[in-house]
Structure formats: C-alpha cells, structure tokens
Nanobody
Framework: QVQLVESGGGLVQTGGSLRLSCAAS????????VGWFRQAPGKEREFVAV?????????YYADSVKGRFTISRDNANNTVYLQMNSLRPEDTAVYYC???????????WGQGTQVTVSS
C-alpha cells in the first residue's frame, strides 16, 4: 500500500508558477506510475499528467497543460513533482496525485492541494 501527501499549492497570479510535490510512503513506490489530476468547483476530476515508473520519457500530458506543466519523479526520495508555469485562471482547482499499483486496477489518492490562479 502507498500513502500520498501533496503539497505546494497556493495563490498565484496569472502567468506565475508553482511546483507541486507528491510525497509517497512505501518501499516499492518507484514501480508505480504516478499521475496528477485536478478538480475545479462544480466539475469532474480530470487528468493532468502522468509519469511512468521509469520517469524520463515516460510522460504524458493533457492538451490543456502541454508545454506549460512538467511532471518528474525522484525515486530516491519517493516524490513526484508537477512544475506548473504560465498559470491561468482556468488552472484553478484542487490537485491530486494518484499512484497506480502495478498489475492491478488499484490506485491510491492523496488528499489534494489547492491551486488558485488570480486574474
């Protein structure tokens, strides 16, 4: 089992940057694909980005954040990051990370971190 804790959210102006962190417990975290999702008020949770267990080139982004957000992982420190640049008001949401257990349909969620982008 993996426990996830997100941090790094906050209030930023349009065009600003934030870096979110997803810290995980568990010795086998490096074998999990990890994704970031977000949920704005009154909307469904949506996919933002994912990084495979090997990191590096194994990344994929939603079209809405491509070129602005970068996902990366530091397996030595059991942490996945989401660097968010050129933020827009429509990026305002609670951001969650999710770790997918290999070979199963099980995913673990963190508690979320609020990102608010003011216009």
């Amino acid at each position: 089992q993996v426990q996830l804790v997100e941090s790094g959210g906050g209030l930023v102006q349009t065009g600003g940057s934030l870096r979110l962190s997803c810290a995980a417990s568990g010795r086998t975290f490096s074998s999990y694909a990890v994704g970031w999702f977000r949920q704005a008020p009154g909307k469904e949770r949506e996919f933002v980005a994912v990084v495979g267990w090997s990191g590096g080139s194994s990344t994929y982004y939603a079209d809405s954040v491509k070129g602005r957000f970068t996902i990366s992982r530091d397996n030595a420190n059991n942490t996945v990051y989401l660097q968010m640049n050129s933020l827009r008001p429509e990026d305002t949401a609670v951001y969650y990370c999710n770790a997918a257990e290999p070979g199963t349909d099980i995913g673990y969620w963190g508690q979320g971190t609020q990102v608010t982008v003011s216009s």
